[in-house]
């Protein structure tokens, strides 16, 4: 044999052993809660980097996800979300090359009208968290729920009000499951404030100890420091960090409390955790460093309170991209802004239509502005110097259903070289493909 004739050989015999991601590149999935990492950033992929005057084409519309502002996780050729129906807690699967529905299963029932406030819309407001074969999702009333990713087969299910003592947060349970390991970590509340689940038959295998406060509105992120693995997210009292392996507290910070509702996800990366929160809130940067007994000492960096007009971000999340957190502030009655990270400086505002409480989503080399009033997206090249768009798009139509007090809140996801994009029962997929 020939040395050139051995190399397609060669190469058969790798696509044997070798995933295709190793072989033809990196997956484009969005698997869970804010993307791959859990930071709003996109996995790899070869996007449009400007946009054309409407912006970019339709690819296609679904009409019936039921009413909810739970988000997507999209692997392979299928994407997972929620809603609300007759009554029903729905997870629901589609194709999203075509948007036709592959399954849909029920996990519980509707919440009770007066189980938490619905004057800002009911239904289910968390993303469901795909690991393997398997899906996550967590219900408005706290039914977390393990179905197979396949058919929608229910695998378990449990409650966590009724099983581990939790209570429904004012706004319903809105957190995204997180799957480490063998374990399903979520957050009921309460005596139980952080617990960990086996992920193969729901059973409680790890908790936090020593803390107890209310479940809020922010999903967990998995850091670690100094060789201290933890567990961190937020609530009333602020940011709340919890050692992956004993369950005791590792440090906390208050910099972000506030006693309405904390809703955006930690921003963790090296040494450093950043958060922003409203209500008065604000956000603040805390340096990490081993401290005593397994302990993390904690440094402030900056805590910026609403008065000093700086990020204070409501629910749409924010995204760290070359040293700058970008994002929606209620500052100033509402603005798009960037803000250095190490300094916490204000970099710029600027306001886009009539947007009230953005968000936002980062996916090669730009930003996906998307607000929560008149559908619009404006893709903006990420700068320190002001907002740099590049295209906008307004959603072609939006939602019959009464959404009370609320507005379009369910966050921009990109996934499959593919813009998707959520109004309670209406899906839109929007070719990105450059």
């Avoid at 995933?19 to 590149?25: K, N, R």
């Avoid at 296609?60 to 807690?89: A, H, K, N, P």
């Avoid at 921003?267 to 460093?289: C, E, M, P, Q, R």
Wanted: charged share 20%; hydrophobic share 35%; net charge negative.
């Amino acid at each position: 044999m020939k040395t050139n004739d051995r190399l397609p050989m060669m190469v058969k015999i790798l696509c044997l052993f070798l995933p295709a991601t190793s072989l033809f590149g990196q997956s484009t999935d969005w698997p869970q809660w804010r993307g791959p990492h859990r930071d709003g950033k996109a996995a790899e992929q070869a996007l449009l980097q400007e946009w054309p005057e409407g912006g970019p084409k339709l690819k296609w519309t679904f009409r019936d996800c039921g009413v909810g502002y739970s988000g997507f996780s999209i692997v392979g050729d299928q994407l997972f979300t929620m809603g609300l129906e007759e009554g029903q807690c729905y997870v629901i699967a589609l194709k999203p090359s075509d948007g036709s529905e592959l399954w849909r299963t029920p996990i519980g029932p509707a919440a009770k009208e007066d189980a938490y406030l619905m004057g800002w819309g009911g239904g289910p407001r968390s993303t469901p968290t795909v690991d393997g074969d398997h899906l996550y999702a967590l219900s408005d009333a706290g039914v977390l729920a393990c179905l197979k990713t396949a058919d929608g087969e229910l695998v378990w299910k449990v409650s966590l009000v009724d099983d581990f003592g939790g209570s429904i947060p004012k706004w319903g349970y809105s957190e995204s499951a997180l799957i480490d390991g063998d374990r399903v970590i979520v957050t009921p509340g309460g005596k139980n404030f952080m617990i960990g689940l086996d992920k193969r038959t729901g059973k409680k295998i790890w908790g936090s100890e020593g803390i107890e406060a209310k479940a809020q509105y922010a999903s967990v992120i998995k850091h670690t420091v100094d060789g201290i693995t933890f567990y961190v997210t937020a609530s009333n009292p602020g940011l709340i960090a919890v050692d992956a392996t004993s369950g005791k507290q590792v440090f906390a910070d208050t910099g972000t409390a506030n006693g309405v509702a904390v809703i955006p996800t930690p921003i963790a990366t090296g040494d450093f955790v950043y958060h922003t929160s409203a209500y008065d809130a604000g956000n603040t940067l805390v340096k990490l460093a081993k401290g005593d007994s397994g302990t993390l000492a904690v440094e402030p960096v900056y805590s910026l309170s609403k008065e000093s007009k700086s990020m204070e971000n409501h629910h749409g999340g924010v995204v760290l991209v070359d040293g700058v957190i970008y994002g929606f502030t209620k500052t100033n009655r509402g603005n798009w802004m960037a803000q250095d990270f190490q300094t916490g400086d204000t970099l710029w505002m600027e306001s886009v239509g009539k947007t009230r409480s953005g968000s936002i989503a980062y996916a090669d080399g730009r930003l996906y502005c998307y607000g929560d009033q008149d559908g619009s997206v404006v893709l903006a090249e990420p700068s320190r110097n002001g907002l740099v768009v590049k295209g906008k798009l307004v959603l072609p139509e939006q939602t019959d259903i009464d959404r009370g007090k609320g507005a379009i809140w369910a966050h921009p996801v990109i996934a499959g070289n593919t813009l998707f994009l959520r109004d309670q029962d209406l899906v839109f997929a929007f070719d990105l493909k450059r």
